[in-house]
């Protein structure tokens, strides 16, 4: 629910889109981050094979100013602590 509602806010996209939707895209970011190959990913200790989806997804967020934003956005509503230094608008 959280992860589907994060992404229709910041990664709109249109209905043709998500109809033409790479499943293996995830295997791909991955492969880039990593060096790995498809079949070295699927084979590996599942925390590993976690580690390495999160980290390639964060490197890929900060390849542009944007998604830089979208990642400090996800920081800032998964702190439990209030923000003292955010202006109210």
């Not at 890929?60 to 209030?82: D, F, T, W």
């Amino acid at each position: 629910m959280a992860r589907e509602a994060i992404f229709d806010k910041y990664f709109a996209c249109e209905e043709w889109e998500k109809v033409f939707d790479a499943k293996t895209y995830e295997f791909k970011r991955m492969r880039d981050y990593s060096g790995f190959s498809f079949d070295e990913l699927a084979n590996l200790p599942i925390s590993l094979f976690l580690q390495i989806k999160r980290d390639s997804w964060i490197h890929s967020m900060k390849q542009s100013p944007e998604s830089a934003e979208v990642l400090k956005n996800i920081y800032r509503l998964g702190r439990k602590e209030a923000d003292k230094n955010l202006s109210r608008g």
